[in-house]
């Protein structure tokens, strides 16, 4: 028996990874007793390893959810400011294209303006 726990892992501020933890019970018998060398009183040590158990469940979940929480956090904002960017340009483009199209307008009425005068002086 054993959790095994899947998660994004906040590396830096355009990279997360994947990872997994497996979480097993504290429990074993013989040399694979965990933590031979204390005495447990009054609970039994069985009962004590169960609540540490839990304990270390819980914290690691916690950990889990907060580090792919501050990945999560980090990618949005990486998109956002890459949104940002684009909309800058997008911006910048439109209005040289705007003010060329308004200068070109400009341009055709003086022409036509200079062509209707030199067209009276005749």
């Known amino acids: 028996d054993a959790v095994m726990i ?3 892992s906040y590396v830096n501020a ?3 990874k994947q990872h997994y933890r ?3 019970p504290l ?3 013989g040399e694979n007793e965990p933590m031979p060398e204390y005495e447990f009183e009054p609970d ?3 009962e004590v390893l169960v609540d540490l158990y839990e304990y270390m469940l ?4 916690y950990y889990c959810f ?3 929480a501050a990945a999560e956090q980090s990618s949005r904002m990486t998109a956002m400011e890459n949104a940002s960017k684009n909309a800058g340009e997008m911006i910048d483009s439109l209005t040289l294209q705007y003010n060329r199209a308004r200068q070109a307008r400009i341009t055709t009425e003086l022409i036509e303006i200079i062509s209707g005068a030199s067209a009276l002086e005749d």
Do not use: C, H, P
């Open 27 to 29: 429990s074993g018998e």
């Open 58 to 61: 819980t914290s690691q979940l």
């Open 6 to 8: 899947v998660f994004n």
């Open 44 to 46: 039994t040590k069985s």
């Open 66 to 68: 907060m580090d792919g």
């Open 22 to 24: 497996v979480i097993k």
């Open 14 to 16: 355009a990279v997360y």
